[in-house]
């Protein structure tokens, strides 16, 4: 059978409805979009880039701060913190390997400064989270001397390390750089450093002395005296044994406290006294006084050293 359209029938004809293709505006605005959001997620990338970037090179920079510090920093730091009396002069190489000249002086404005003969050289590295320091100087230090610095809860210690137990020797005119009285006395002989071992605790203010240290000035003259020898001293400080137990140190009043000994080895001016290095600060009670007391030599050199009680001088500290 025949199928007859519509038209033959004489029905109207419908028009038949179908997909229309898209238009050229809502393909253009497809686009667009997925346009704008490359470029956004493409701008986040570059930002993100960017920072990172900034972050390295903060970092770099950080790192090469550290490890190529110019030693002129590290004698900033100490002249910062010793008031100027202690200077390292012409400082060469870098904080973790270095020289200078160690000089005393009397502090800002002060025209008194005296130099050891030589270098200092020192050379520091960490070790785990401390830093050790190891010095050494032809003229003075006996081999090479260290210093571990290790940080602690509240607070931090320092340790001397020496190779032995004669730590250094210098000359004692070298005092006269700090000024007053030392300027004054002009110390002749020379000191030396003794120790064993020594470590000095902070935590929270509170400091814990261990192991001990004594100076020795030896054949000491002075321009204050006609003598050509004033004679040979010792000044001791002795804290607790450094293997004690930490609470057991801190546990009663005078925990961590040094005591300080001077006594005369030898000589015609006598030097004697005792007292403490702890909480409550630096504590000293001494006298000086001559081996004939009717001898004018000493006389100018006693009024200088204390208070004078008669025949002897009154030092008195804290």
């Not at 667009?32 to 770099?60: C, H, L």
């Not at 400064?113 to 070790?127: E, H, S, V």
């Not at 190891?134 to 003229?139: G, H, L, N, Y």
């Amino acid at each position: 059978m025949k199928r007859l359209s519509a038209s033959r029938l004489g029905l109207p004809v419908r028009g038949v409805r179908g997909r229309r293709p898209p238009s050229q505006t809502t393909f253009a605005a497809s686009r667009w979009g997925e346009s704008t959001y490359a470029e956004a997620a493409w701008g986040r990338d570059r930002a993100g880039g960017v920072r990172w970037g900034w972050a390295g090179a903060i970092s770099g920079a950080l790192i090469a701060g550290v490890c190529f510090a110019p030693a002129s920093w590290l004698a900033d730091a100490v002249s910062a913190a010793t008031q100027q009396r202690l200077m390292l002069v012409d400082a060469r190489g870098s904080v973790w390997s270095g020289s200078a000249v160690l000089v005393l002086t009397g502090g800002p404005g002060s025209r008194d400064a005296t130099a050891l003969p030589g270098r200092l050289a020192w050379t520091a590295r960490p070790r785990g989270l401390a830093l050790e320091a190891v010095f050494s100087q032809a003229c003075c230090l006996h081999g090479d001397v260290s210093l571990l610095w290790a940080p602690a809860l509240g607070g931090y210690t320092v340790m001397l390390k020496p190779p032995g137990d004669w730590v250094g020797q210098w000359p004692a005119a070298w005092l006269a750089g700090l000024g007053t009285p030392w300027n004054t006395l002009r110390l002749g002989g020379s000191a030396r450093l003794l120790s064993s071992g020594l470590a000095i605790e902070s935590v929270q203010g509170r400091w814990r002395f261990a192991g001990g240290l004594a100076v020795e000035l030896m054949h000491a003259s002075s321009r204050l005296s006609t003598l050509d020898t004033l004679g040979s001293y010792r000044l001791s400080v002795q804290g607790e044994p450094l293997n004690a137990p930490r609470d057991a140190a801190r546990g009663g009043a005078a925990a961590g406290t040094a005591q300080i000994t001077l006594s005369t080895l030898e000589g015609a001016l006598l030097l004697n006294g005792n007292g403490s290095w702890g909480l409550a600060g630096l504590r000293f009670e001494g006298e000086a006084s001559a081996v004939d007391p009717d001898g004018a030599a000493l006389g100018n050199l006693l009024n200088i050293i204390g208070r004078r009680d008669g025949a002897r001088s009154v030092i008195s500290i804290g």
